[in-house]
């Protein structure tokens, strides 16, 4: 079993994609998110039976298992965020358990995020629609929290997963080599890496494919107010 771990409050699109790419290998089943407060989200369509979700509220580890046990599939993974582990223990376990692999996929451009994470707010779209017409202001202080807060998460993630062997990979890699990006990924899951077991870069579409500077309104204030930064490549 394996987890792709992403961070649920900057929801924007790309860890639907994620998942999509590593499912394409045929030993893989990847469910989407098996936690969430509104349906269980599997690979065969949501699960939204109150009863249902109640005993996995109770048993997260044992509704978890139960779809392991249920796939015909040799390797079963699926999206976490951190807000699905109601009391962090769950989490926590996930996290320190060997036997569980872990992905962890990110954004590497954190303007390109915020942006489309306000988009996908505003549309409710977070995949299969584009949200290029969507114009969005971000105040400087708003950006930087919002940095701020993401790379902590990645941080502490980081932290717990310092002696395992984890793959961490970025959206932009995924979508631009996806082969390249999924061959690590590939490979902590014991699995070989065949040609025809990777999307093309075709197959893993943004949703965003308009320039930043034409979706942020305030787009040069913010390059000015990053000047200097570590983040100010996120303007070029």
């Known amino acids: 079993m394996f987890l792709s771990l992403q961070v649920r409050h900057y929801h924007d699109g790309s860890p639907d994609r994620g998942c999509d790419?590593?499912?394409?290998?045929?030993?893989?089943?990847?469910?989407?998110?098996?936690?969430?407060d509104k349906a269980a989200y599997t690979d065969?369509?949501?699960?939204?039976?109150?009863?249902?979700?109640?005993?996995?509220?109770?048993?997260?580890?044992a509704f978890f298992c139960s779809k392991v046990?249920?796939?015909?599939?040799?390797?079963?993974?699926?999206?976490?965020?951190?807000?699905?582990?109601?009391?962090?223990?769950?989490?926590?376990?996930?996290l320190a358990d060997r036997r569980v692999k872990k992905v962890v996929l990110r954004r590497e451009n954190r303007l390109a995020l915020c942006t489309s994470v306000m988009r996908t707010a505003v549309t409710g779209h977070y995949i299969h629609k584009t949200i290029?017409?969507?114009?969005?202001?971000?105040k400087?202080?708003?950006?930087?929290?919002?940095?701020?807060?993401?790379?902590?998460?990645y941080a502490f993630l980081r932290e717990r997963l310092a002696d395992q062997h984890f793959v961490e990979i970025s959206y932009e890699e995924l979508v631009a080599e996806p082969k390249t990006t999924l061959t690590p990924v590939l490979r902590l899951l014991g699995l070989e890496s065949e040609q025809d077991e990777h999307p093309g870069s075709r197959d893993i579409q943004p949703q965003?494919?308009?320039e930043l500077r034409h979706a942020v309104v305030?787009?040069?204030?913010?390059?000015?107010?990053f000047l200097g930064t570590e983040r100010a490549p996120d303007f070029d």
């Open 21 to 36: 790419a590593i499912s394409f290998h045929p030993a893989i089943a990847m469910h989407f998110e098996l936690f969430n």
């Open 44 to 61: 065969t369509g949501p699960i939204t039976d109150i009863s249902v979700l109640r005993q996995r509220d109770l048993d997260p580890t």
């Open 69 to 94: 046990n249920e796939s015909e599939k040799s390797r079963v993974g699926f999206k976490m965020f951190p807000e699905h582990a109601h009391d962090m223990d769950f989490l926590e376990r996930l």
């Open 132 to 138: 290029d017409h969507v114009p969005v202001h971000i």
């Open 140 to 153: 400087p202080h708003e950006l930087e929290s919002f940095i701020e807060g993401y790379d902590k998460y």
């Open 208 to 210: 965003s494919s308009g």
């Open 218 to 225: 305030n787009f040069e204030e913010l390059r000015a107010a």
